[in-house]
């Protein structure tokens, strides 16, 4: 079960919440398992929510527009209902009766025939009259609609006191479940592939467009989605967010990776870097500075830990071992349904890492006339320790 429904109904208790609605692609994910298509090519206009009432293990009410109402059949969360809004259609079968269908179309042309609902505000408001009716205080993420869509939301429930509810769901998803840390680690696995795949064909005289091209393309054989492809040759790295260049690779140069996929609605987000032939000794050693750091922070993270004592012993190390000016703004996030799940690993943050936690460290230094030493990699924290999350070797990758 990917939805940590101790943790989620404890919250609800605590904050006296008779209702939650997610309206964000990735907690609608979190809540059903449904990846929206609709959030996802229409990331400001669309509308899809998840209902849950406080026995959150009793299921989710499923809306979304008529169109794509089909994907609550790809829910591995449990649906108690589903409900479709707008027009769309979805024709009778011709010379077939109804009973000769699938059970899975059955049910499909039973939500598809539903006209009750013209629009996305008509069918949450009845969804949240169903889910605690006569009034009661509610959670509405409120990062994934506007406030004009918010105000009107209060003015159809006015016994309904609506409070803002994303900081709670990102509160509960702190905390994975089992199935939750498979997730991360089978997406982290996809990335790793492709970063292999990518390290085989370096050559001298290849592209970064080549190596980017190689990695999406091993990401999506694998079934991902590329996100974030980074990659960049030699100097270039210190502005790792440009696009890639026709830069060529010569000998002893330094191949960055900084990249992200989506797998299965899962985030993976790992850094290596890997040279053609021999490193010199410089490179050799600011990388194995970096790792030291992300070494240490896999050593001493425990349950408790605040996000800045984490940042504090990890920048550290990397100073002791070789970078004594080193500076970062944080040394990794949370990451799960999204990039940056709590806790983010910077100087000023109190919040504490709890068994569970999935860290995904990082120990980058950026270098003017240099480029970038990266090394990055998820870890679920444990009482007794803590679990790397990947098996792509860790140490610099030399192509020989």
Same mark, same amino acid.
């Given at each position: 079960?990917?939805?940590?429904?101790?943790?989620?109904?404890?919250?609800?208790?605590?904050?006296?919440?008779?209702?939650?609605?997610?309206?964000?692609?990735?907690?609608?994910?979190?809540?059903?398992?449904?990846?929206?298509?609709?959030?996802?090519?229409?990331?400001?206009?669309?509308?899809?929510?998840?209902?849950?009432?406080? !026995?959150?293990?009793?299921?989710?009410?499923?809306?979304?527009?008529?169109?794509?109402? !089909?994907?609550?059949?790809?829910?591995?969360?449990?649906?108690?209902?589903?409900?479709?809004?707008?027009?769309?259609?979805?024709?009778?079968?011709?010379?077939?009766?109804?009973?000769?269908?699938?059970?899975?179309?059955?049910?499909?042309?039973?939500?598809?025939?539903?006209?009750?609902?013209?629009?996305?505000?008509?069918?949450?408001?009845?969804?949240?009259?169903?889910?605690?009716?006569?009034?009661?205080?509610?959670?509405?993420?409120?990062?994934?609609?506007?406030?004009?869509?918010?105000?009107?939301?209060?003015?159809?429930?006015?016994?309904?006191?609506?409070?803002?509810?994303?900081?709670?769901?990102?509160?509960?998803?702190?905390?994975?479940?089992?199935?939750?840390?498979?997730?991360?680690?089978?997406?982290?696995?996809?990335?790793?592939?492709?970063?292999?795949?990518?390290?085989?064909?370096?050559?001298?005289?290849?592209?970064?467009?080549?190596?980017?091209?190689?990695?999406?393309?091993?990401?999506?054989?694998?079934?991902?989605?590329?996100?974030?492809?980074?990659?960049?040759?030699?100097?270039?790295?210190?502005?790792?967010?440009?696009?890639?260049?026709?830069?060529?690779?010569?000998?002893?140069?330094?191949?960055?990776? !900084?990249?992200?996929?989506?797998?299965?609605?899962?985030?993976?987000?790992?850094?290596?870097?890997?040279?053609?032939?021999?490193?010199?000794?410089?490179?050799?050693?600011?990388?194995?500075?970096?790792?030291?750091?992300?070494?240490?922070?896999? !050593?001493?993270?425990?349950?408790?830990?605040?996000?800045?004592?984490?940042?504090?012993?990890?920048?550290?190390?990397?100073?002791?071992?070789?970078?004594?000016?080193?500076?970062?703004?944080?040394?990794?996030?949370?990451?799960?349904?999204?990039?940056?799940?709590?806790?983010?690993?910077?100087?000023?943050?109190?919040?504490?890492?709890?068994?569970? @936690?999935?860290?995904?460290?990082?120990?980058?230094?950026?270098?003017?006339?240099?480029?970038?030493?990266?090394?990055?990699?998820?870890?679920?924290?444990?009482?007794?320790?803590?679990?790397?999350?990947? @098996?792509?070797?860790?140490?610099?990758?030399?192509?020989?």
């Amino acid at each position: 079960m990917r939805v940590n429904h101790d943790r989620l109904q404890r919250r609800m208790r605590e904050f006296g919440l008779d209702a939650l609605v997610s309206t964000t692609a990735e907690n609608l994910t979190y809540l059903t398992g449904v990846s929206s298509v609709h959030l996802d090519m229409f990331p400001h206009s669309g509308r899809a929510f998840a209902v849950l009432s406080q !026995d959150t293990r009793a299921g989710a009410r499923f809306l979304c527009g008529r169109c794509e109402v !089909d994907q609550f059949l790809d829910a591995d969360e449990r649906i108690t209902e589903a409900i479709g809004y707008g027009p769309f259609y979805r024709e009778p079968p011709g010379d077939a009766a109804l009973d000769d269908v699938s059970p899975e179309d059955s049910l499909l042309w039973d939500v598809s025939g539903d006209p009750r609902f013209d629009d996305a505000l008509s069918a949450l408001t009845h969804a949240v009259k169903e889910v605690c009716p006569g009034g009661g205080r509610v959670a509405v993420d409120e990062e994934g609609v506007p406030a004009a869509f918010l105000d009107e939301l209060r003015t159809r429930l006015p016994r309904w006191q609506l409070v803002p509810g994303a900081g709670h769901l990102r509160h509960v998803r702190q905390v994975k479940t089992a199935r939750e840390t498979e997730l991360v680690a089978a997406a982290a696995r996809v990335a790793e592939n492709a970063i292999r795949a990518t390290v085989a064909i370096m050559r001298e005289g290849v592209t970064e467009r080549e190596l980017v091209r190689e990695f999406n393309r091993s990401v999506v054989t694998q079934g991902g989605t590329p996100r974030f492809t980074l990659i960049r040759i030699g100097a270039n790295a210190v502005a790792g967010q440009r696009r890639p260049t026709t830069t060529a690779l010569r000998p002893g140069q330094a191949v960055w990776f !900084d990249v992200g996929a989506v797998v299965d609605g899962y985030w993976c987000d790992i850094a290596r870097v890997a040279t053609l032939g021999e490193p010199d000794k410089r490179l050799a050693g600011l990388y194995d500075a970096v790792l030291a750091g992300e070494q240490a922070a896999l !050593d001493h993270a425990r349950p408790g830990m605040t996000g800045q004592e984490l940042f504090a012993l990890t920048v550290d190390a990397v100073r002791d071992a070789g970078i004594p000016h080193y500076r970062r703004n944080h040394v990794g996030h949370g990451i799960g349904v999204e990039v940056y799940d709590p806790v983010l690993i910077r100087a000023d943050n109190t919040d504490p890492l709890r068994t569970g @936690t999935v860290v995904n460290i990082e120990t980058p230094y950026y270098e003017f006339g240099f480029g970038c030493v990266h090394v990055e990699d998820p870890f679920v924290v444990g009482p007794d320790g803590n679990r790397l999350l990947t @098996t792509l070797p860790r140490e610099l990758i030399v192509v020989r």
